[in-house]
């Protein structure tokens, strides 16, 4: 596990050097490869990307992939876990990225739910980092990482946040694919690249000579447009739309 590397710049590096090979995949089980690989150098040893909850889907049909460990995805899958599992329920209530001891349940009124926590650990599952995505429409998705002591130093939790959006979304692109119109303005194009390159707004205000509050409309503007929660999944969006490059 890498833990003596400088933390913000190393891991923002890794993040986009992550992006540019996640968007050269030609397949699901590629970017789920490339993903485990990547999430690994910080001590996280398993993943799942699914949808959210909803009336209609049970958590199987609701898997886009899954690397857990085979035993767990079994028990997990057989014993019908996911309407006790409290990270699972969680994303709902969250557009936030949270650790999953966040995640709040009663131990004496929710037994299930601790059970769930307490027989991850058996599968080194003790610690875990979850991304809610919140689509326009529909329940949305989450993507959660876990292991027994995972690194959550300087720079890990933006760059698995960054991560985690991208291999999601390539993911449901290669199983969904679908003909991208550009949507946003040559200048909501220009903020959302130099905030890629790590740009505040302010910084940005300098570059483009324009206001602190109009690169944040811009961002706002963009991430509308785009069905993104904040201006890091809008980044994500925009390239996997190819309305950007790095």
Not at 86 to 97: Q, T
Not at 133 to 156: C, K, L, M, N, T
């Amino acid at each position: 596990m890498i833990r003596d590397e400088p933390g913000d710049t190393y891991w923002g590096g890794r993040a986009f050097a992550f992006v540019d090979a996640v968007e050269a995949t030609k397949s699901p089980e590629q970017v789920s490869l490339l993903f485990e690989k990547e999430i690994a150098q910080a001590g996280f040893s398993a993943f799942v990307m699914c949808g959210l909850p909803d009336a209609q889907t049970s958590f199987r049909d609701r898997i886009l992939a899954n690397g857990w460990p085979a035993e767990w995805s079994s028990i997990y899958l057989r014993e019908d876990l996911a309407p006790h599992d409290p990270v699972e329920r969680h994303c709902l209530r969250s557009v936030e990225p949270f650790d999953w001891s966040d995640a709040p349940y009663d131990v004496e009124a929710e037994p299930r739910a601790h059970m769930v926590m307490e027989r991850a650990k058996d599968f080194r599952m003790a610690q875990g980092f979850c991304v809610p995505i919140h689509y326009g429409e529909g329940p949305g998705a989450a993507v959660s990482i876990s292991g027994e002591r995972p690194d959550f130093g300087r720079g890990i939790r933006p760059a698995m946040h960054l991560m985690a959006l991208y291999a999601h979304n390539r993911v449901r692109s290669l199983l969904r694919p679908t003909v991208a119109k550009r949507v946003l303005t040559d200048r909501e194009r220009e903020v959302l690249r130099w905030t890629a390159a790590g740009k505040t707004s302010w910084e940005i205000s300098v570059i483009l000579n324009i206001s602190e509050r109009t690169a944040n409309a811009h961002i706002a503007s963009a991430a509308h447009k785009l069905d993104a929660p904040n201006r890091i999944a809008a980044v994500v969006n925009a390239l996997r739309r190819g309305e950007i490059a790095l």
